[in-house]
């Protein structure tokens, strides 16, 4: 676990007023390769009730994927911290691109040809939302008891549905896909091939809970984690972020993958 604060969500709320927590879990791994860090708004400059998520899910194996998660996610807040003076999205991009140099530095130092990661940066300023991610870790929206996928998903399952959709693909053809979780892009020190952004920020609205994870998440349907969310939404982010894993957690997987979870509860300030 990698982060400027990764205590949870009562820490956070004494200091400013934003309920956040994130959470960790191995799953049937011997090893964890995702990393997390949320900057709370005094670390986003004085005054500010703003609060920027960064989580990665490497890859390459047990020493290239931590590696990799844990150069990206800090090598981004690094390079956000130091443009300030940039618009919100030309910072994002820059600190995406950032990290992707670092990891491809790092991948020619440890010689490790498969190392890599996804990316997911989400940037909440009062009620307005941004985010920049390549790869399948998702952001999920829920709002009054539903539940919406904010990003892209750039693996091959939504490009499997659309052709099956279209009825482009026999099942005979089905069987020689890549397999669903194959990643279409990922932050491997080469040019990014897919890389999504809102366009415009996205407004929150009262009791909206963000939920950010890596893709070990997905184990539990979309459903059960809009259940989980909805039966603990009037407790604080921890609790919220706690029942999402637990809904994980229930499935007993036998491959489970590595699991993190940053919960966002939104409670609007009248400044907000």
Do not use: C
């Not at 020493?63 to 618009?87: C, K, L, N, Q």
């Not at 036998?254 to 699991?259: F, H, I, S, T, V």
Request: charged fraction near 30%; hydrophobic fraction near 40%.
């Amino acid at each position: 676990m990698t982060g400027i604060d990764t205590s949870g969500a009562a820490a956070a709320l004494l200091r400013s007023g934003r309920d956040y927590a994130g959470r960790q879990w191995r799953g049937s791994r011997d090893y964890q390769e995702d990393s997390y860090a949320v900057a709370p708004p005094e670390e986003l400059g004085e005054g500010r009730r703003d609060l920027l998520i960064v989580l990665a899910d490497g890859m390459g194996g047990h020493a290239a994927g931590d590696v990799a998660s844990r150069v990206g996610v800090e090598r981004f807040i690094h390079t956000f911290y130091e443009s300030e003076d940039e618009p919100d999205d030309s910072r994002m991009a820059m600190a995406l691109e950032a990290a992707n140099r670092q990891i491809g530095a790092e991948a020619e130092r440890l010689r490790a040809d498969s190392m890599g990661t996804t990316l997911l940066a989400v940037l909440v300023r009062g009620r307005l939302v941004e985010w920049i991610s390549v790869g399948d870790s998702p952001l999920f929206l829920v709002r009054d008891g539903r539940i919406g996928r904010l990003n892209a998903d750039h693996s091959m399952s939504p490009v499997i549905d659309r052709m099956i959709e279209e009825s482009k693909i026999t099942d005979e053809e089905i069987a020689d896909l890549p397999p669903r979780n194959e990643l279409r892009s990922a932050l491997i020190g080469e040019e990014i091939d897919l890389i999504d952004t809102p366009g415009e920020p996205f407004a929150l609205e009262p009791g909206d809970v963000l939920v950010a994870a890596s893709d070990g998440v997905l184990t539990a349907p979309p459903l059960e984690i809009a259940k989980a969310v909805s039966k603990t939404a009037t407790q604080d982010a921890s609790r919220i972020a706690i029942a999402v894993m637990d809904a994980v957690v229930s499935h007993r997987k036998a491959k489970q993958d590595n699991l993190t979870v940053v919960v966002f509860k939104f409670d609007p300030s009248p400044e907000d």
